[in-house]
């Protein structure tokens, strides 16, 4: 796997608010795969003291993220399909593996699994993801040299290489 791609979703994931807001924290990554862990406080519990759905949910949807896009494209989730298992409670770490089950040239599968410190299983998640063309806009250009992001969107090539053409005659 290109160390740039997983540098570049390590620091963006690092800086996401959203993920930062919840404890989420990727703790490995790799082609195809990604564990992500949470430690669920107090307020992340629903009415009866269990750690709120919608909290796993964004876990394993981090996990999800890191995954499908490790291949340096832009991937977005088409469909999640989520079963929960066994509550969790608060205080409890939670682990979230994503692993790649299929990857074609549009679109990708993946099966993502929460436990919990005790490996119980607290959920799992079936998840298609839509494989677009671009690449990460926020990888780095190796030629610029200075480390800075830089973005690489709709580049129109069509029209540089009828100019070449037009030259050439």
């Known amino acids: 796997m290109d160390q740039q791609v997983v540098s570049a979703i390590e620091r963006r994931m690092s800086s996401e608010g959203y993920a930062r807001k919840l404890g989420l924290r990727l703790v490995a990554l790799s082609a195809g795969r990604a564990v992500v862990e949470m430690v669920p406080k107090g307020d992340d519990a629903n009415i009866f003291d269990m750690v709120h759905g919608g909290a796993i949910f964004s876990l394993m949807d981090e996990a999800f993220q890191a995954s499908c896009n490790s291949h340096g494209r832009v991937a977005v989730a088409l469909d999640v399909n989520v079963v929960f298992h066994h509550p969790a ?68 090539t069509r029209n540089s290489h009828s100019r070449t053409r037009q030259r050439n005659r």
Do not use: M, W
């Not at 939670?94 to 990708?108: I, Q, Y």
């Open 89 to 156: 409670r608060p205080g409890q770490r939670l682990r979230a593996e994503s692993r790649e089950v299929h990857c074609s040239n549009k679109t990708g599968s993946y099966e993502i699994r929460v436990t919990d410190e005790q490996d119980t299983l607290i959920a799992t998640c079936q998840a298609l993801a839509y494989r677009k063309k671009q690449r990460l806009p926020f990888l780095e250009d190796e030629s610029n040299g200075r480390g800075e992001a830089v973005e690489k969107r709709g580049l129109d």
